[in-house]
């Protein structure tokens, strides 16, 4: 028997302000129900009859699998859009685009540059909409990430989590609010130019502070990692900033996380882990590094004992469906 909060029938994901505290962990618990559900071998239905439109802007892996399956695994569908497909932006505008969408499908999950489109889908179409990355925000990872840390951990009691990298793109924006929503301590390691946003940092710590936790910024990754039991790391350069690569590189080399990052926690024989939302340049074997090789994390770390990586890329996609049934579900299905 699956069981989740009601009020998250109908709910739309902006970022992670979208949800109560309690809403975003119920979230997370029902993804590990979904999780087990499968694992059992069961294919149910869910979202019988349930059609998802996906509106990319950016290019996707995880994301775009994740949501397609999700739909599938449990009687619905998701139907692939991107932006040369249709008429978004283009010969239609996004409020346009929204009212039709939302009179065909139940729901729409959106990856792209600006939020606020992410925001007018949302107010327009009528129908959940679902924040799948913007320039700012990536609500969905953080979810996969906490239970990833949840599953590691056994509980995401007394953990503090060390971002190292650039510390105001969308993931750092994102993991920072969902840490302290979740009552995890969380540290980040950046440049002074890479620093957070103020005001998205100032709202963190509040909500932080409610919750018995604290945010802290670094700009010494050895001093800041001191006590982490997680590692997160993201690319250099996301994408839309393409343009920045080479003063990114240069900026971040200090920031990459490989073994002396590591070990300068103290608890590389303890709680230790190491996170990436992934795709990652830990190798030579990308168009990015054939040359330069590793960047932000090296082979070694990615490779190791402490990588749950692909745990977590898993639980994208368990998350993104527990955002699909939560919404969606017809109840009298479970
Ligand atoms: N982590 C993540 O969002 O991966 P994709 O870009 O492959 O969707
Ligand atoms: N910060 C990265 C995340 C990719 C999943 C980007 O926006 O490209």
Redesign the pocket.
């Known amino acids: 028997m699956l069981t989740w909060m009601d009020s998250l029938r109908g709910r739309s994901l902006m970022r992670l302000t979208s949800f109560t505290d309690e809403e975003m962990l119920d979230l997370v618990d029902l993804a590990g129900q979904l999780k087990a559900r499968r694992r059992a071998g069961v294919r149910g239905d869910l979202l019988h009859r349930k059609n998802i439109a996906l509106i990319f802007e950016k290019s996707s892996t995880r994301t775009r699998n994740s949501s397609i399956i999700a739909a599938r695994d449990e009687g619905g569908g998701a139907e692939y859009l991107t932006r040369p497909d249709i008429h978004f932006g283009k010969k239609e505008s996004v409020k346009d685009t929204a009212r039709v969408l939302g009179r065909i499908y139940d729901g729409i999950l959106f990856r792209g540059f600006a939020q606020k489109t992410c925001e007018d889908l949302a107010k327009y179409s009528g129908v959940p909409v679902w924040n799948g ?1 913007t320039d700012d925000y ?1 609500p969905t ?1 953080i979810l996969a990430d906490l239970l990833t840390i949840k599953e590691t951990f056994g509980d995401l009691r007394d953990c503090t989590v060390a971002y190292v990298g650039d510390g105001r ?3 750092a924006n994102s993991l920072m609010m969902g840490c302290a929503k979740a009552g995890v301590r969380y540290v980040c390691c950046t440049p002074k130019e890479l620093w957070p946003d103020e005001a998205i940092l100032a709202e963190a710590e509040e909500v932080a502070r409610r919750n018995g936790v604290d945010v802290r910024v670094f700009d010494d990754p050895v001093k800041g990692v001191k006590g982490a039991n997680v590692l997160y790391t ?2 250099w350069v ?2 839309g900033e393409e343009a920045k690569t080479a003063e990114r590189i240069k900026m971040l080399r200090p920031y990459q996380i490989n073994m002396d990052l590591m070990r300068a926690t103290g608890n590389i024989d303890g709680k230790l882990m190491f996170l990436h ?3 990652a340049f830990h190798d030579f074997n990308t168009e990015v590094t054939k040359e330069s090789g590793a960047l932000e994390v090296t082979d070694e770390v990615f490779e190791s004992k402490y990588s749950k990586v692909f745990d977590e890329s898993e639980n994208r996609m368990h998350t993104i469906k527990a955002l699909f049934v939560s919404a969606l579900c017809d109840r009298k299905n479970v």
Do not use: A, F, G
């Open positions: 990355l990536h990872q793109n969308n993931v993201d690319v996301s994408m939302c992934l795709p």
